[in-house]
């Protein structure tokens, strides 16, 4: 899901809580990204100038995540929230910076020694110097001496730092070297599957890229990143409504993208509901309120939206286990890929909301784990297209044969005989066409029963099948008449090819299942010619079996034949007909 709307920001006393989760989120991702200086270090103290106005903000309520206080001042304090600061800077840092990380939507005003005019910045400001990323507000100090800070609007506490120029510029460039892939790989892998969407139609591969695209529209604009990109600095307009309209619309989409993926309705339909209502209706109701004009302020949002946010993650993760435990594979594939995202979206927001320092593995966690998400789903969407097509495939298999025998059934067979027609006439490839008919077939039903004649019908097929490898060119139209479509072959070959195919069913097909039935088959031959269909093409072997039939049976004969012409084989002598 979208990472939670930070929610108000908290006065408490950093402590060492965290500790397992930052040894997990390491072995979860990045033990090879490099570790970022520690912040803070070049400040010698952190004094509160108006400790009742940090009381008195609106946006400074405990939310969601925490509810201890933020006790400033001392040397050991690294992080400032609303209200007035004095920062005193270590002295002989070569043209130092005063950063201020992760600001999301908070207001800084920056005053140091020799400015004539106190400096302002947010994350929305169009002007912020591009020589830097937009994770931080940078604000150069021309003299030692201390800095007077003052924070607005922010919702969860900031980290501070003095740093030198040179180090914090080296820095930033490995934000932007490790952050950059990871947006162009969700980029890159969304824009595909949207592509295959134009293409094939198919709702989930819309959902999966809008939901991907929007994701990662709410990353970038978490780091302030969107802000600085043509197109969409148009997002700046909107300030902190605009992160969260974004993130609950993410939501909403994975909560669709989840149920159409995992085939959730399908394997887990109560949950499911469960999940539209907390994730689809409640998160756009929460929605429509924010834009409407009531309730005029805003400060409730970040805690209903977080509230929502967490209780839609656990109703999902319910139901994906469900849906696993009940054998839906494509569950499985969603939780091993959005699992890892939640959980550092999750450790994300409750170490930014105790001010605590984000590592580089958590930094960078999220965008990386979003471009492995994208990935993964990817490939479990292409997994997903392969079942369906073994399904297709496996149904129209199905549809296309003879239930009794197993070979192509009437509709198929004049199907591949129809395309092998095109074929001629394009390519100029010649056809021909064997219709067999076995001999006396009602007998053997008479005879021996029903069971024993279906057994004949298919021990022929076997035979023709296997013996002569023209399983998907042969095809029953019906009772003990068979057709067998032979692309590439003129008429004297076929002939041959159809004495061969007498011979083994007379051989073969003597005795089947211990009952000797002695099957013989009458075959006529025909060749297409120019204005063919394929009814008058099997019209024309179909006469000249026929023609076999009244010779006494057991032979083949070519179209056009007399009854004892050149063009007629018959049986050896001593065969019998039956």
Not at 298 to 322: E, I, Q, R, Y
Not at 523 to 543: C, E, F, K, M, N
């Amino acid at each position: 899901m979208a990472c939670p709307a930070p929610g108000p920001a908290r006065h408490f006393t950093p402590q060492a809580r965290g500790n397992m989760t930052q040894r997990w989120g390491w072995l979860l991702l990045l033990a090879l990204l490099p570790a970022g200086p520690a912040r803070g270090e070049n400040i010698a103290r952190i004094d509160r100038l108006q400790p009742s106005a940090l009381e008195q903000q609106a946006g400074q309520r405990a939310g969601l995540f925490s509810e201890r206080r933020f006790e400033g001042g001392g040397a050991s304090a690294r992080v400032i929230g609303n209200g007035q600061w004095r920062v005193y800077p270590r002295a002989g840092i070569a043209d130092p910076l005063l950063v201020v990380y992760h600001p999301y939507n908070a207001r800084v005003t920056v005053r140091a020694p020799g400015d004539a005019m106190p400096r302002t910045q947010d994350l929305f400001q169009p002007t912020l110097d591009p020589q830097f990323s937009r994770r931080a507000l940078v604000f150069p100090l021309s003299r030692d001496g201390p800095v007077e800070v003052t924070v607005e609007g922010a919702r969860y506490p900031m980290q501070v730092a003095i740093e030198a120029r040179a180090d914090y510029a080296a820095a930033d460039l490995w934000h932007v070297r490790l952050l950059l892939p990871a947006v162009g790989m969700t980029l890159g892998v969304a824009l595909a599957v949207l592509l295959f969407w134009l293409v094939l139609r198919e709702r989930v591969y819309l959902l999966y890229a809008a939901a991907m695209l929007l994701q990662l529209l709410y990353v970038l604009c978490s780091y302030g990143e969107a802000y600085a990109w043509p197109g969409l600095s148009l997002l700046r307009h909107f300030g902190a409504q605009g992160i969260w309209a974004i993130g609950t619309l993410a939501t909403v989409l994975l909560v669709y993208l989840w149920q159409d993926y995992a085939n959730l309705r399908r394997a887990a339909p109560r949950l499911a509901w469960l999940m539209r209502l907390v994730g689809v209706y409640g998160c756009l109701l929460t929605l429509v309120l924010l834009v409407s004009p009531w309730p005029a302020d805003d400060s409730w949002f970040p805690s209903v939206a977080n509230g929502l946010f967490l209780l839609t993650n656990v109703v999902t993760l319910a139901t994906l286990l469900v849906a696993w435990w009940r054998g839906e594979r494509h569950a499985s594939i969603v939780l091993l890929s959005w699992l890892p995202l939640l959980v550092f979206t999750m450790i994300r927001a409750l170490r930014f909301s105790d001010g605590e320092r984000a590592g580089p593995w958590l930094e960078y966690g999220i965008p990386w784990w979003l471009a492995f998400t994208a990935v993964a789903l990817g490939l479990g969407l292409a997994h997903r297209m392969l079942t369906f097509r073994r399904e297709r495939d496996s149904a129209k298999a199905h549809a296309e044969r003879d239930a009794l025998t197993g070979v192509l059934n009437r509709g198929a067979i004049e199907h591949r005989l129809d395309w092998a027609l095109i074929e001629r006439q394009r390519e100029g490839i010649p056809v021909s066409l064997l219709f067999i008919d076995l001999d006396h077939f009602k007998q053997v039903n008479d005879r021996h029963g029903h069971a024993t004649g279906d057994a004949c019908l298919r021990a022929v097929t076997r035979v023709i099948s296997q013996q002569f490898q023209y399983g998907d060119q042969l095809g029953r139209l019906g009772g003990e008449e068979f057709v067998l479509v032979l692309s590439g072959v003129e008429l004297h070959a076929a002939m041959r090819i159809g004495e061969e195919v007498g011979a083994r069913i007379r051989h073969d097909c003597a005795v089947v299942d211990g009952v000797a039935v002695e099957v013989t088959a009458s075959v006529g031959a025909a060749q297409a010619r120019h204005g063919d269909t394929v009814s008058t093409l099997i019209a024309r072997a179909d006469q000249a079996m026929y023609v076999a039939k009244r010779a006494g049976g057991d032979r083949i004969v070519a179209e056009d034949a007399p009854c004892h012409g050149a063009d007629s084989t018959k049986a050896p002598a001593g065969a019998s007909v039956n």
